[in-house]
């Protein structure tokens, strides 16, 4: 049965999900450590123990790593539940609905602590909430994903399909840096602590209403020739990772989200402590960051069809490997060869802007890509478990960075002593140009040749 295409209208109702999802876990990703691991500038209170613990990892730390691992395991499982689902409205659409309200509630519950001091029972309530956020979180994300292989026909649709979400996940995230600004409007109201946590539930808020448009928006039997799979979690598994290019990707795909994690959750501690600048301009960095990188996806886009996706992606890598070492070096260092800490904090938005267009638009569709190439190869079309793989891979990279980083906080995260939080920078950069290395081994062409005989065969069942 022919199916339509998406028109542009439809792609930004597709794409405003991600918003929604990429502003719920920036709140997550940015803030939780921060929020409960906080430096003495911060002035929030102390709600789990300090410390470490288990051979110099913090509670938040294992917290973290925890339910970003159980996050990555239920990935595989519910993207094939997702692929197996035969539901009038689709194989996506209904995990999405299922997924979106209790991973805003509990996203939200995460920073609400029960006892009002430093409490076991504080550590308790967050582990319950953030593993039960991370489970319906992947029942709504994984099967988004996918989407970007059956709602793309071809591959310049995926890349515009993934353009699309990369500036909606930028919007979101970059929104979710901007808590401060809201929170400083509530402290001339209330305390700090209460402020931050009520500037939180807003956002939470925010995030589900933009995470339900496109599960009640789209049709998606009209546009998607996906049809169900009959294969188990680990034959689906198994075969998926038996592709060499897409093991290629996501080993890479590991170590760069093991870095990136390190630098995105450094970031408040980067500017508030290592350049003595206020919370505010932590939120702006990103945002930033955002707006430059917006300015360069059309040229991304262009040059990716051109030239071809791998080219772009080595770039992206080198690029990310500068603006990490560089963070490692700011504040007094810099300062003393003329380069105000206000300028260092920007110029950090400024070296990030274009690897985060490269990175935030290309990884998708070369998982896209690959799903279909693969599809057509093996008559078995998993592209919510090739999705599930990326991102179960991917939250271990996710679970290592947050792991690692509150332990190097041990090492100095205050002004003036603050060795632990450059150290991070340089871990992350070290990390980055190592993922950069894995990923040259990525064979494109072989790739591409699979979807031309795919656009071949695809025509001529249309005929």
């Known amino acids: 049965m022919k199916v339509e295409s998406l028109s542009r209208g439809k792609k930004i109702v597709y794409s405003l999900g991600q918003f929604g999802w990429s502003l719920l876990m920036g709140l997550i990703s940015t803030w939780l450590v921060w929020y409960f691991n906080p430096p003495e500038v911060s002035g929030l209170a102390i709600r789990i123990p300090q410390g470490a613990l288990l051979g110099g990892l913090t509670i938040i730390g294992i917290i973290s790593a925890a339910g970003r691992l159980l996050d990555a395991v239920t990935d595989p499982w519910i993207a094939t539940l997702s692929d197996r689902l035969n539901h009038p409205k689709g194989r996506r659409i209904p995990f999405m609905r299922w997924g979106a309200i209790p991973a805003a509630i509990l996203g939200w519950l995460a920073f609400v602590s029960p006892v009002a001091g430093e409490s076991l029972w504080n550590v308790a309530f967050l582990t319950l909430a953030l593993m039960g956020f991370y489970v319906a979180f992947t029942m709504y994300v994984t099967p988004y994903f996918a989407l970007v292989s059956e709602f793309g026909h071809t591959p310049d649709e995926k890349l515009d399909l993934s353009t699309y979400i990369s500036l909606t996940w930028f919007l979101g995230f970059a929104v979710s840096t901007l808590v401060p600004s809201v929170w400083g409007i509530f402290e001339q109201f209330m305390d ?32 998607s020739h996906g049809q169900p799979s009959n294969e188990s979690v680990w034959q689906s598994l198994k075969a998926t990772f038996a592709n060499k290019n897409f093991r290629i990707f996501v080993v890479s795909d590991l170590v760069y989200w093991f870095s990136l994690t390190i630098f995105q959750t450094g970031i408040i501690y980067f500017v ?99 799903a279909e190439s693969d599809g057509i190869a093996t008559g078995q079309f998993r592209e919510g478990m090739f999705f599930g793989a990326r991102t179960f891979v991917q939250k271990l990279g996710q679970s290592l960075g947050l792991l690692i980083f509150s332990s190097f906080l041990l090492f100095g995260r205050d002004v003036g002593d603050d060795l632990g939080i450059r150290l991070a920078a340089l871990a992350a950069a070290v990390l980055m140009l190592g993922s950069g290395f894995l990923f040259f081994k990525y064979r494109e062409k072989e790739v591409l040749a699979g979807l031309s005989k795919t656009t071949v065969q695809t025509k001529g069942a249309q005929q």
């Open 192 to 223: 700090k602590n209460t402020a931050v946590q009520l500037s939180l539930s807003l956002f939470a808020g925010a995030a589900l209403i933009f995470m339900l448009i496109p599960a009640y928006a789209l049709d998606e039997k009209r546009y």
């Open 272 to 370: 508030t402590v290592s350049l003595v600048q206020p919370e505010q301009t932590a939120g702006l960095i990103l945002p930033l960051s955002g707006i430059l990188s917006f300015l360069c996806y059309p040229l991304v886009n262009l040059l990716a069809k051109r030239t071809g996706k791998k080219r772009l992606m080595v770039l992206g890598f080198f690029l990310f490997t500068i603006a990490f070492i560089y963070t490692g070096f700011v504040g007094p260092i810099l300062e003393g060869i003329g380069i105000p800490l206000a300028l260092q904090a920007y110029l950090i938005a400024l070296l990030t802007g274009i690897p985060l267009a490269i990175f935030g638009i290309l990884p998708n569709a070369i998982v896209a890509d690959v």
